[in-house]
């Protein structure tokens, strides 16, 4: 208990705290006009009160992760508690709020183009395929899943391929319709309910009496079952991406930028919806450890229970919270990723629409951007689900690598305290390239499978390589941008 207490104390004070100051970094400016008020258009460009904004934000960026992905990471061992509130505090919420801030200050540029401004046009044409494609993903492993999942639940004749027309029916609606007809209505009613449900389950925790297991008084050693196979690091920090830190963050940031009424409230939005994920991601880690009994009890339920991860979900909601819990357990394994793979679609035409210099005002050109998106994503559904996701979380945090290099060129050139940034740049540098270079797990193999000791020396000789060359840039950075504030 004494652990999880830590890390929930870390997370709550690191908002106020670290917030602040990363806040100051940057610099808000409350009277600058917002994207929405300087460009408003009543598709993407639409103010929207910041209690909407802000649930939107956490469930975008939120779906099942922090659920899933904490349940997964957890199973590490309790260095698990500790990657997700100091990663979150100084790692992904820094990453959420700058890269939101500066498409504040950019007319609610998407984030290849924010990339750009900074690394380079070649930078922004790879950031752009390499974005769109995560997103796609993003769409295709979001309409297979919780298609499966509806089927189970549902008569025979309603089969995986009905819902998975529906959820793609769903997915375009959402895609072409203004922010605020769709998503600016449900949105707020499944993000309150996936932070109602998290309190139920802390509450629980808090005082039911149950133990939480940690086993802090044996170390912070890995307590997989095959340590070699899947060692603390790099394993574990991709593992925990939501709940922790995720490049899909900056790619929904731009949308919420877009409809947010004043710069003053972007720490609370951005950097608080992350911290907000962050504690759902330590209550589920916490939950699944005093459910299950062990770290190693946690693999074996999810090993042995049709449905894995989804199952144990489901027991703890149900056991713990009863009838309620139950529908909560719903919400989060099948409303949850939906709601997650339609901002995605959205985001995806954002950015080609932004790319190509495509207006969106009418939705016959929203159509036009947007049926590609639909091709792939339908092409990509044919691939093994295990496969996708294999792929997918390494992608998700190099996408995190291009983005907070980005950021930190961002502040150097501003001449602001760019070590913020920096720091998380060069871990995740060597997280990204350790796994790629080791990653035994799986068939086929999502890495090259070289030995750990070899990958991690490589990957510290990657990130050195690219702080090498920051610190070149910096000593002959640009001078004309040093008084820019945008």
Same mark, same amino acid.
């Given at each position: 208990?004494?652990?999880?207490?830590?890390?929930?104390?870390?997370?709550?004070?690191?908002?106020?705290?670290?917030?602040?100051?990363?806040?100051?970094?940057?610099?808000?400016?409350?009277?600058?006009?917002?994207?929405?008020?300087?460009?408003?258009?009543?598709?993407?460009?639409?103010?929207?009160?910041?209690?909407?904004?802000?649930?939107?934000?956490? *469930?975008?960026?939120?779906?099942?992760? @922090?659920? $899933?992905?904490? &349940?997964?990471?957890?199973? !590490?061992?309790?260095? #698990?508690? /500790?990657?997700?509130?100091?990663?979150?505090?100084?790692?992904?919420?820094?990453?959420?709020?700058?890269?939101?801030?500066?498409?504040?200050?950019?007319?609610?540029?998407?984030?290849?183009?924010?990339?750009?401004?900074?690394?380079?046009?070649?930078?922004?044409?790879?950031?752009?395929?390499?974005?769109?494609?995560?997103?796609?993903?993003?769409?295709?492993?979001?309409?297979?899943?919780?298609?499966?999942?509806?089927?189970? *639940?549902?008569?025979?004749?309603?089969? @995986?391929? $009905?819902?998975? &027309?529906?959820?793609?029916? !769903?997915?375009?609606? #959402?895609? /072409?319709?203004?922010?605020?007809?769709?998503?600016?209505?449900?949105?707020?009613?499944?993000?309150?309910?996936?932070?109602?449900?998290?309190?139920?389950?802390?509450?629980?925790?808090?005082?039911?009496?149950?133990?939480?297991?940690?086993?802090?008084?044996?170390?912070?050693?890995?307590?997989?079952?095959?340590?070699?196979?899947?060692?603390?690091?790099?394993?574990?920090?991709?593992?925990?991406?939501?709940?922790?830190?995720?490049?899909?963050?900056?790619?929904?940031? @731009?949308?919420?930028?877009?409809?947010?009424?004043?710069?003053?409230?972007?720490?609370?939005?951005?950097?608080?919806?992350?911290?907000?994920?962050?504690?759902?991601?330590?209550?589920?880690?916490?939950?699944?450890?005093?459910?299950?009994?062990?770290?190693?009890?946690?693999?074996?339920?999810?090993?042995?229970?049709?449905?894995?991860?989804?199952?144990?979900?489901?027991?703890?909601?149900?056991?713990?919270?009863?009838?309620?819990?139950?529908?909560?357990?719903?919400?989060?394994?099948?409303?949850?990723?939906?709601?997650?793979?339609?901002?995605?679609?959205?985001?995806?035409?954002?950015?080609?629409?932004?790319?190509?210099?495509?207006?969106?005002?009418?939705?016959?050109?929203?159509?036009?951007?947007?049926?590609?998106?639909?091709?792939?994503?339908?092409?990509?559904?044919?691939?093994?689900?295990?496969?996708?996701?294999?792929?997918?979380?390494?992608?998700?945090?190099?996408?995190?690598?291009?983005?907070?290099?980005?950021?930190?060129?961002?502040?150097?050139?501003?001449?602001?305290?760019?070590?913020?940034?920096?720091?998380?740049?060069?871990?995740?540098?060597?997280?990204?390239?350790?796994?790629?270079?080791?990653?035994?797990?799986?068939?086929?193999?999502?890495?090259?499978?070289?030995?750990?000791?070899?990958?991690?020396?490589?990957?510290?000789?990657?990130?050195?390589?690219?702080?090498?060359?920051?610190?070149?840039?910096?000593?002959?950075?640009?001078?004309?941008?040093?008084?820019?504030?945008?």
């Amino acid at each position: 208990m004494a652990l999880f207490l830590l890390s929930l104390s870390i997370l709550i004070g690191g908002y106020f705290l670290y917030g602040f100051f990363v806040e100051r970094v940057f610099g808000i400016d409350p009277a600058r006009l917002t994207p929405s008020a300087a460009h408003p258009d009543g598709v993407d460009y639409v103010p929207l009160p910041t209690w909407k904004v802000f649930l939107i934000q956490f *469930l975008n960026i939120a779906g099942i992760g @922090p659920i $899933f992905g904490a &349940i997964m990471g957890v199973m !590490y061992g309790p260095a #698990a508690f /500790l990657w997700i509130s100091i990663g979150t505090i100084f790692g992904g919420a820094v990453h959420d709020f700058i890269s939101a801030a500066i498409s504040l200050r950019n007319d609610g540029k998407s984030l290849p183009q924010i990339v750009g401004m900074e690394l380079g046009r070649s930078v922004r044409s790879v950031m752009g395929v390499f974005t769109v494609f995560l997103l796609i993903m993003v769409v295709a492993v979001f309409v297979t899943t919780p298609a499966g999942l509806l089927a189970s *639940l549902t008569p025979e004749h309603l089969s @995986p391929a $009905f819902w998975t &027309i529906v959820i793609f029916a !769903y997915y375009i609606l #959402a895609t /072409l319709l203004p922010i605020d007809k769709l998503i600016g209505r449900l949105y707020p009613v499944f993000g309150l309910a996936l932070l109602v449900m998290a309190a139920g389950i802390l509450g629980y925790l808090l005082f039911s009496g149950i133990e939480i297991p940690t086993g802090i008084s044996e170390g912070f050693a890995n307590r997989n079952a095959d340590p070699s196979a899947a060692p603390l690091f790099p394993m574990m920090f991709v593992s925990i991406a939501c709940g922790a830190i995720s490049g899909f963050h900056a790619t929904q940031s @731009p949308m919420m930028a877009r409809c947010l009424k004043n710069e003053k409230m972007a720490r609370p939005v951005f950097y608080g919806a992350m911290v907000a994920e962050g504690i759902v991601a330590l209550i589920w880690a916490a939950a699944a450890i005093a459910f299950c009994g062990s770290y190693r009890e946690i693999a074996q339920y999810v090993a042995t229970h049709e449905g894995g991860t989804g199952a144990l979900v489901n027991a703890i909601c149900n056991n713990w919270l009863g009838v309620v819990g139950g529908l909560f357990a719903i919400l989060g394994v099948i409303a949850a990723p939906i709601t997650t793979g339609d901002t995605a679609m959205r985001s995806a035409r954002l950015i080609i629409a932004d790319t190509f210099s495509i207006k969106q005002s009418t939705i016959s050109r929203r159509l036009l951007v947007t049926l590609p998106v639909i091709a792939v994503s339908f092409l990509l559904m044919q691939i093994d689900f295990t496969v996708l996701w294999r792929y997918f979380a390494w992608s998700n945090q190099t996408l995190s690598v291009f983005t907070l290099w980005a950021v930190t060129v961002y502040l150097a050139r501003r001449r602001k305290f760019f070590y913020i940034t920096l720091v998380p740049a060069l871990l995740m540098t060597m997280v990204c390239t350790s796994y790629i270079l080791f990653a035994p797990l799986g068939q086929p193999k999502p890495g090259i499978g070289l030995p750990l000791d070899t990958a991690i020396i490589l990957a510290a000789l990657v990130a050195t390589a690219f702080l090498a060359l920051f610190t070149r840039w910096l000593r002959r950075r640009p001078v004309q941008a040093l008084n820019q504030q945008q």
